[in-house]
């Protein structure tokens, strides 16, 4: 039985989603009220939603178990503003919650679907073997797509949550506007402990973390945009996490944990996603992490830095021109 609770969840996700719905005009966004009842948020699709939309509709996919601000970072490796992320419920927040594990699909329309609202599901492998469960009947959650959803696809997912149509609540935005691109690079912690399940390493010895990540330029382009989000992770983030293991086990663990002990690291994202066929799923699931992680040992004081950034291919890949 997994040590890690998400009953309530899909209720703290809520809290954040119609907090912003109030100050929908402050904040840039669209509050759409669909025909079966279900509330909708629009973060760029046809809204101007900018960087406090952003962090707003990243802490809706953390369910409000974290939090997302803007910050600066090493100018030397990106002079504009990073993404920094911080929770003392690193498994709720980021694996049960933020991780985009619902490939949702009706008809013509695909988005990729994160939140608190996968538990209300439940079909996911990943929250199967975490015993993953929310009693409240309430799904709330984000979409990646360029699409507002309509009446069928959300009594679809509503019914797939168990929820009332009325009792479902969805943030939408494109990956290439400014506000999905930055709930996008909040990701930083949540790929550390992704990769840290496939490694069988216990969650719940995850304590605490903080990630860093360098907030990439938008672009209309649909390639370049994934793969510039991609790359602020694999080649810009750090992430520090404080765990309560055994020493060998984090060592152990540690070497395996950052973007380049992958055999796809080096390059562009962008280029690899193209060399794959644009399918994500030929790629190296290994390659799914930050470029470099320090991890604490709460029992023994003792630290371990692992992997490093990659300022040549950051600059390549955001694009950035000397004046």
Known sequence: MSLISADGLNRSAQRVFMDCRQRAAELGIEAIELDCGTQVLDFGVR?????AAGLEMASICLAGRARVNLVGGDRQLWPGPWIQVATDQPAVACMLAQYAGWPVKLDSFFAMGSGAMRVRRGQEPL?????ARDSQAIAVGTLECDRIPNDSLA????????????DLCLAVAPTRSVAGCAQVVARSVETAMHKLHDLEFPLEAVRNAYGLAPLCPP?????????RTNDAILYGAHVSLWMDADDDLIQQVGAQLPSQASQDFG??????FAQYDSDFYKIDPGLFSPAEVLLMSVRSGRSWKFGGQRADLIAQSFGTEAA
């Open 127 to 131: 929250l199967q073997s975490l015993s």
């Open 47 to 51: 809204a101007p939603a900018g960087l």
């Open 219 to 227: 672009t209309p382009d649909f390639a370049l945009g994934i793969g």
């Open 155 to 166: 009594e679809h997912m509503a019914a797939q949550c168990q929820v009332e149509p009325r």
């Open 267 to 272: 390059r562009p994202f962008a280029e690899i």
